[in-house]
């Protein structure tokens, strides 16, 4: 069954999620919400994992792009998101 596709690279996205992630049983559909849903509220280029669900405990940021474009048809302003790869952990004051 082919999965919907919410974002550009969204495969690429989902085997870097899992590797971090301490629950590798992903409801890909619901991630991918939450997904859009933060990039959309914080505006960031990023999309935050929170440490409360990574394997380590630490934060990690998962690079994205966005293309803003409107439809020719019917004129609507779309947003498509790319992911950008590599997922880097947020390093704490007390790493340095």
């Known amino acids: 069954m082919m999965e919907k596709e919410y974002f ?3 495969a690429a996205f989902l085997d870097d999620y899992k590797k971090e992630a301490k629950d590798e049983t992903i409801n890909v559909d619901q991630l991918a919400d ?3 849903n933060q990039l ?3 505006q ?3 999309y935050l994992m929170s440490g409360e669900v990574a394997k380590d405990g630490n934060s990690h940021r998962f690079p994205f792009s966005r293309r ?3 439809d020719e048809n019917d004129g ?3 947003t498509e998101y790319t992911y950008e790869g590599e997922p880097y952990v947020l390093q704490t004051e007390e790493d340095k």
């Open 8 to 10: 550009v690279q969204q």
């Open 44 to 46: 960031e280029d990023y």
């Open 68 to 70: 803003v474009y409107s």
């Open 76 to 78: 609507t302003i779309n």
């Open 34 to 36: 939450q997904v859009i």
């Open 40 to 42: 959309n509220e914080t």
